[in-house]
């Protein structure tokens, strides 16, 4: 049984200082801190774009429908060519050209074999990209409340920021829980695109170990029971979540 | 004195006119009742009133503040004009209590204990005390509507808008909405009713106004003269039919 051999993971690697399993660990670490740091933003810009989508006021609609249509509607994987090769081109010479003398080295990641301009580019483009995922949720969210919840904030003397903070936000964010877990699991998904900059997240380091070992079942096997586990406690925590904030005696209109 | 007074006010969606020339006016203490069929522009009549629908024509004057007025602060003007809807529009996600405490804080600046006491002695008022702590979705509509009500009444409104409130009710239910607002009513409460209730516009409206398909308004005069001597023959028409049983 040659292909369940797992022992090799002990074995010491060719770089970093660390076992293969230290690889495996530091590969789900950063695949952990990348998608995290991508959901703050998206999570935080997407709210905030939904919103605007939602709201009367021209100025903050049209902008939101452009970001939107723009960022959902590139490849992630071009977006992160974008950020990590194109970008830096775009802005002033001086700007790019400390992006990649300057940047990468001003802090070490530790554990990682890639540096500090990777994981941003990273983080940036998962981040903008999820947003604009996220802020359709929230749009349609909000969209499906009845209209009359606007007006009856309204008419008991609330502006509209009121109106969104007090009556349609926390409603809006109740019904969105199940396609908003559907988001955050994505993220830890699409994290692994950040291989092709360089990011030596989870998938990354797979598939380094196995271009060093050749053995390519346990290699993978444990990867994908790794994604699994992450995806499954993301599940799982939505579901207390969504338990917890539960209308007392509120079924949604979709169906009982 | 009069409280509410709308003149010449006209409204369109694109092309289309929905309300044409409405005048009318509502005297401080005074009941008013608007009926007339579907279409013919009652609710956005009464939604004019605080604004939630703009006109392009026309003015609205509520206690001296023009609705439509540039420098008028809306949101104040509707803080004290209470509004109940067809749909109650209670917030799901807060309880009863917190429904009839959150606009006392948060518009009118009161302390969360001056709100709760405001708020449950009119939850009281209108027979639900018990159901303080429950959620809108655990009561039935008629409940749903009279903590509407009461919710409408803590912010201590000058005068009430009702746009059909008891038109979702299981029937059951209309009387106990329609006994608080007749109570509200005999209180010297200022109120303009759209409804379909005559037996409540008998009892205690003090004029009605009949509109038209088309956003006129047909007949305004007092509650007798409404019943017993209609001037129109379409608002002749309009009794006979709902008055035939």
């Known amino acids: 049984m040659d292909w369940l051999n797992f022992a090799f993971f002990l074995e010491k ?80 010479t001086a700007m790019g050209d400390w992006l990649k003398q300057t940047y990468p080295y001003l802090l070490t990641l530790p554990f990682a074999q890639f540096s500090l301009w990777e994981f941003t580019a990273a983080v940036i483009c998962l981040g903008l990209y999820t947003a604009s995922r996220v802020a359709e949720q929230v749009r ?7 209209r009359g919840q606007t007006n009856a904030g309204l008419a008991m003397g609330f502006t ?33 695109t950040a291989l092709v900059i360089g990011v030596l997240e989870l998938t990354a380091q797979a598939r380094q170990i196995n271009e060093y070992t050749f053995q390519t079942f346990p290699t993978f096997i444990v990867a994908t029971a790794v994604y699994i586990v992450i995806t499954m406690t993301v599940i799982f925590c939505m579901r207390l979540l969504e338990k917890r904030v539960a209308v007392p005696g509120y079924v949604s209109q979709g169906g009982h | 004195m009069v409280m509410i007074d709308i003149k010449g006010v006209s409204k369109w969606y694109g092309e289309k006119q929905v309300l044409v020339d409405c005048t009318t006016t509502v005297a401080k203490g005074e009941v008013v009742v608007v009926c007339g069929p579907s279409g013919s522009g009652k609710s956005t009549l009464i939604k004019t009133v605080n604004g939630l629908e703009p006109f392009q024509k026309g ?34 996600h807060m309880s009863v209590t917190k429904n009839l405490c959150i606009a006392q804080e948060k518009v009118l600046g009161r302390t969360a204990d001056e709100a709760h006491d405001k708020g449950l002695k009119l939850l009281d008022r209108v027979g639900l005390i018990e159901h303080k702590d429950k959620y809108p979705a655990q009561l039935s509509g008629g409940q749903q509507q009279r903590v509407a009500i ?16 008891t038109s979702a009710l299981d029937p059951e239910m209309i009387n106990e909405v329609l006994d608080v607002m007749v109570e509200l009513a005999h209180e010297g409460m200022t109120m303009m009713c759209v409804t379909h209730e005559m037996g409540f516009a008998r009892k205690v409206a003090d004029r009605v106004i009949f509109m038209e398909k088309g956003g006129t308004i047909l007949e305004d005069c007092s509650k007798d003269e409404f019943f017993n001597t209609p001037r129109k023959p379409r608002t002749q028409d309009f009794l006979s039919k709902i008055l035939a049983h």
């Open chain 1, 140 to 146: 349609s969210g909000i969209q499906s409340l009845p």
């Open chain 2, 59 to 92: 003015e609205i004057i509520v206690d001296g503040l023009s609705v439509g007025g540039k420098d008028t602060d809306l949101a104040k003007l509707r803080s004290r004009v209470g509004m109940v809807f067809q749909n109650f529009e209670l917030f799901p």
């Open chain 2, 150 to 165: 009461a919710r409408a009444l803590s912010m201590d409104p000058i005068a009430m808008l009702f746009d059909e409130p």
């Open chain 1, 13 to 92: 690697a060719p770089s970093g200082g660390m076992t293969y399993l230290g690889w495996l660990a530091s590969g789900v670490l950063w695949t952990l801190i990348v998608s995290i740091c991508a959901w703050v933003i998206a999570f935080s810009l997407g709210a905030v774009l939904g919103v605007m989508r939602t709201t009367p006021i021209k100025w903050l609609s049209v902008p939101a429908t452009i970001y939107v249509d723009i960022f959902r509607n590139i490849p992630l994987l071009v977006q992160m060519f974008l950020w990590y090769f194109v970008m830096p081109e775009l802005i002033p």
């Open chain 1, 160 to 192: 509209l920021p009121q109106v969104y903070r007090h009556v349609l936000l926390p409603m809006a964010f109740r019904l969105i829980i199940p396609p908003m877990t559907s988001e955050f699991l994505t993220i830890f998904k699409n994290s692994s």
